[in-house]
């Protein structure tokens, strides 16, 4: 798989992290108007897919801080992230 849209999808971050662990050729993920979605969850959603990553998509994401940012790689092209 290297193409998600998980738009819609909560979770506590133990589960995104169990998400994110076996799509290590993700290379595109799209997790828009998460309003609820912690910063937390989406660091454990990232932490194992981050150097790959080519195209992020958090439009409407309000919790969303950027400290997840580190664990992206040089191949990080493109990074949607409008709050609403």
Same mark, same amino acid.
């Given at each position: 798989?290297?193409?998600?849209?998980?738009?819609?999808?909560?979770?506590?971050?133990?589960?995104?992290?169990?998400?994110?662990?076996?799509?290590?050729?993700?290379?595109?993920?799209?997790?828009?108007?998460?309003?609820?979605?912690?910063?937390?969850?989406?660091?454990?959603? *990232? $932490?194992?897919?981050?150097?790959?990553?080519?195209?992020?998509? %958090?439009?409407?994401? +309000?919790? *969303? $801080?950027?400290?997840?940012?580190?664990?992206?790689?040089?191949? %990080?092209?493109?990074? +949607?992230?409008?709050?609403?």
């Amino acid at each position: 798989m290297y193409e998600v849209n998980i738009s819609g999808l909560s979770g506590h971050w133990r589960a995104m992290r169990t998400f994110g662990e076996p799509l290590v050729n993700l290379r595109s993920i799209t997790y828009k108007d998460m309003v609820n979605a912690s910063e937390k969850a989406l660091w454990y959603l *990232f $932490k194992p897919i981050g150097m790959n990553m080519q195209h992020v998509d %958090l439009r409407g994401c +309000r919790r *969303f $801080k950027g400290r997840c940012f580190r664990l992206f790689g040089d191949a %990080l092209e493109n990074v +949607r992230i409008i709050h609403h």
